[in-house]
């Protein structure tokens, strides 16, 4: 019996130690987090950042710095749109004194063009009437060269009255009888260029020219067609 009773008092005592150690294992970490809390704002602070890995070092840094303003990331787009726009400004300024430039020159060319066709017109239409006007005049010249060639052409008729009458009226001396047919027959056949030259130089009894050297060879042809005409 004495015995259980020890056994028993040293189990007590067993768990006691042990309840003893317990409680001063649960109170070492409060006074672990006394110091801490003793601690400066400061070190507090530079504590967790030194136990950072450079990463979260990083990825700290970078939400602690401020934000850019929102103008420096749209800046480079509103400046290439700006430019873009300069661009597409200036193109359409140059494509439109490119097109003025080529209208302007279109029209220089269409006038010319219509000054040159009016004065090729004019210089045609000059010569033209420069043309007619010679004609006219050479045709007005022809025509009164042939009007006193005519004017001024021998008549026949008065010459052989004013001297072939003498032999061919009667036929004297053998010479052909005006209007007699049979006796001019024979020398017509011959030729009027026979007759010309018997008239001109003489043939049997008639002399040259009908003996009036003054007469013309045209004035004695005259005659002999006036004769010739006469006695067909």
Known sequence: MNKITISISALFLTLGILSGCGEKKEEAPKADAA?????????QAAAPAAEQKPAEQ??????????APADSATNPMTAMTDAANSAATAMGDAAKAAGDAATQAADATTQAVGDAAKATGDAATKAVDATTQAVGDTAAKAVEATTQAAGSAPDGEKIYKGLCFSCHDMGIAG????????????????????????????????PAKGGNPALSD???????????????
């Open 35 to 43: 110091p801490a809390a003793e601690q400066k704002p400061a070190e």
């Open 218 to 232: 045209a004035e004695v042809q005259a005659a002999v067609d006036w004769m010739v005409a006469k006695s067909k």
């Open 175 to 206: 010479a052909p009888k005006l209007g007699d047919k049979a006796a001019w027959a024979a020398r017509i056949a011959t030729g009027m260029d026979a007759l010309y030259a018997s008239s001109l130089k003489g043939k049997n009894a008639m």
């Open 58 to 67: 990083a990825a700290s840094a970078a939400a602690a710095t401020p934000a």
